[in-house]
C-alpha cells in the first residue's frame, strides 16, 4: 500500500507601490521568500515592559553614554537604507 500526501500553499496576488517593493528587496534575505520578509517583519511584537528596569543599575553618565551610542547606531542605520534605496532607485 502507498500513501501520498500533498500540501499545496494557496498563493494570493498583491500590488504594492514601488517604494515598499524596494524595502522589501532591501529587507529581503538570500534565499528568502517575499512571503518570508513579511512574516519576519510584520511577526508578533514582544512586550516592551520586560526590559523595564534593565539600566537601573547603571549610573547616569553611562545611561547617557549608552543614549548616545543608540542614537548614533540608529543614524547610521538609516543613513546606510537611505543609499541602498538611493542606489535601486538609479539601478
Known amino acids: 500500500m502507498c ?3 500533498c ?4 498563493t494570493k496576488t498583491i500590488t504594492i ?3 515598499a ?7 529581503k534575505h538570500k534565499n528568502e521568500s517575499f ?8 511577526g508578533e511584537k514582544k512586550d516592551i515592559m520586560r526590559f523595564a528596569g534593565a539600566w537601573k ?3 547616569e553618565d553611562e ?3 549608552m543614549e548616545k551610542r543608540i542614537d548614533l547606531i540608529r543614524r547610521r542605520s538609516t543613513r546606510d537604507l ?9 539601478s
Open 21 to 27: 517593493y524596494k524595502i522589501l528587496l532591501n529587507r
Open 35 to 42: 512571503s518570508g520578509v513579511i512574516r519576519r517583519i510584520t
Open 3 to 5: 500513501m501520498c500526501m
Open 57 to 59: 543599575h547603571l549610573k
Open 82 to 90: 537611505l543609499k541602498k534605496l538611493e542606489k535601486n532607485d538609479l
Open 7 to 10: 500540501m499545496c500553499m494557496a
Open 17 to 19: 507601490m514601488e517604494d
Open 63 to 65: 545611561v547617557k553614554d
